[in-house]
């Protein structure tokens, strides 16, 4: 007679307070909101990036539904997580947790870690996504990883090796976009790998979405050091991939990095001129058309503002079929900060590449009614007031015929 089985241990009932709110698993990576409520790093994360690209982009807690500031900051709950992590050790296999639940609450060693870095070292790509694995799985594993010894210096020779493979540079990008690089480290990676920019560029030109978003993190967080050399050296194939992530709409969080390192680099007037002829003022004029959410909007804006300080741009901007008209679209619709670029930006073509086209569609598209109406408003400052009056001033004349203007406004703009 065949010996029977021994009886299945029972499933494990989660304690409540160990379960995310939002998805209701065990929380992998738990981390406190203002509010004192916990929640998985990942759930949260969807849930604020959801309620930012929504139409009120206004974020709240989802268990108290208080509000939370735009700059939120994550704080991560240790004490939960050795909880947590403490409950799992006791569990027997078949326990009903997820065996990718317990895994990522393992302890990881340095040893391990050590280990990992050092196939990383030889182009072991397995070794390099593991590592990618641990950073993406918490806040705790991310730390120790950033804190051992030559971690930068391994991912950044494998990024630039010139024997790494494709998938190999793209693990070493994840990798490094993933982690908090210290400034000095960022300025060693510029100055020991001359082609830093052509290795970020291979990865820019993957077909694999991720590694384009981790690839302009990276380039995002290169400009934001400005090393005068790297930056004004930079060659119009890499600014060309950059403006490419806006173009594609790869993610929002890879536009926006994309747009703050267009804003980092756009101080070097050399480099203004680069982008511009990298195709970038028809790639915001069209990402603007979209109605891309408020913040995505305003950096939109503030990119345009900075290469509009070079002719190059403005003339891009005017032989845009609907570039005058989607910024000043954008005046008193977004919020206080994009009505200021967009009226820098509309200050700019006024001064500087007002021909009788181009005042004659300022009229018709609007612009000019938008004008007059910023300058009554109280949403808009002082400062923002002043550069309004200044570009009604200044072309009057040409429009003191347009229905837009009021006999008081003509009183206050004589012929």
């Not at 997820?98 to 070794?127: C, F, M, T």
């Not at 991720?210 to 302009?216: E, F, G, K, P, T």
Request: aromatic share 2%; proline share 6%; net charge positive.
């Amino acid at each position: 007679m065949a010996a029977m089985a021994p009886p299945s241990a029972p499933p494990a009932e989660v304690p409540s307070y160990f379960l995310c709110p939002i998805s209701l698993q065990l929380m992998r990576d738990p981390v406190t909101l203002p509010t004192g409520i916990s929640y998985d790093r990942a759930a949260i994360s969807r849930w604020l990036a959801s309620a930012t690209a929504s139409s009120s982009g206004a974020r709240t807690c989802p268990v108290t539904r208080q509000p939370l500031e735009p700059e939120l900051q994550l704080t991560p709950n240790h004490t939960l997580r050795r909880l947590i992590g403490s409950w799992v050790a006791t569990l027997s296999p078949g326990s009903g947790v997820e065996e990718e639940d317990v895994d990522a609450l393992r302890p990881v060693h340095r040893d391990e870690l050590a280990s990992l870095l050092s196939d990383a070292a030889a182009d072991q790509v397995g070794a390099l996504r593991k590592l990618g694995e641990l950073v993406a799985e918490c806040e705790h594993r991310r730390a120790m990883l950033e804190s051992q010894d030559g971690v930068f210096d391994v991912l950044s020779r494998v990024l630039t090796g010139a024997s790494a493979c494709s998938t190999a540079r793209e693990e070493a990008v994840g990798v490094l976009a993933s982690l908090r690089i210290p400034e000095q480290e960022l300025v060693r990676l510029v100055s020991r790998h001359a082609n830093l920019a052509q290795s970020l560029t291979a990865v820019l030109r993957s077909s694999n979405l991720q590694s384009r978003a981790q690839a302009v993190r990276l380039v995002r967080a290169l400009a934001d050091v400005s090393v005068p050399a790297w930056v004004i050296g930079l060659d119009q194939e890499l600014l060309a991939e950059v403006i490419r992530v806006v173009r594609d709409r790869v993610s929002t969080r890879a536009t926006k990095a994309a747009l703050h390192a267009l804003s980092a680099l756009c101080p070097y007037g050399r480099n203004r001129v680069k982008i511009v002829g990298a195709g970038a003022v028809p790639a915001l004029v069209e990402l603007l058309l979209d109605e891309p959410e408020r913040r995505v909007c305003e950096l939109a804006l503030a990119v345009l503002d900075r290469l509009c300080t070079c002719a190059e741009g403005r003339a891009e901007l005017v032989a845009h079929a609907a570039g005058v008209a989607v910024v000043g679209k954008k005046v008193l619709r977004v919020s206080e900060a994009a009505t200021e670029r967009a009226v820098r930006v509309l200050r700019s073509v006024a001064r500087h590449a007002a021909t009788p086209a181009v005042l004659q569609e300022m009229a018709q598209a609007g612009v000019v009614g938008k004008l007059c109406l910023a300058l009554r408003s109280e949403l808009c400052g002082v400062k923002t007031k002043e550069k309004v009056h200044e570009v009604l001033k200044l072309h009057s004349r040409v429009w003191k015929s347009s229905p837009c203007l009021s006999p008081k406004f003509l009183a206050l703009y004589p012929s």
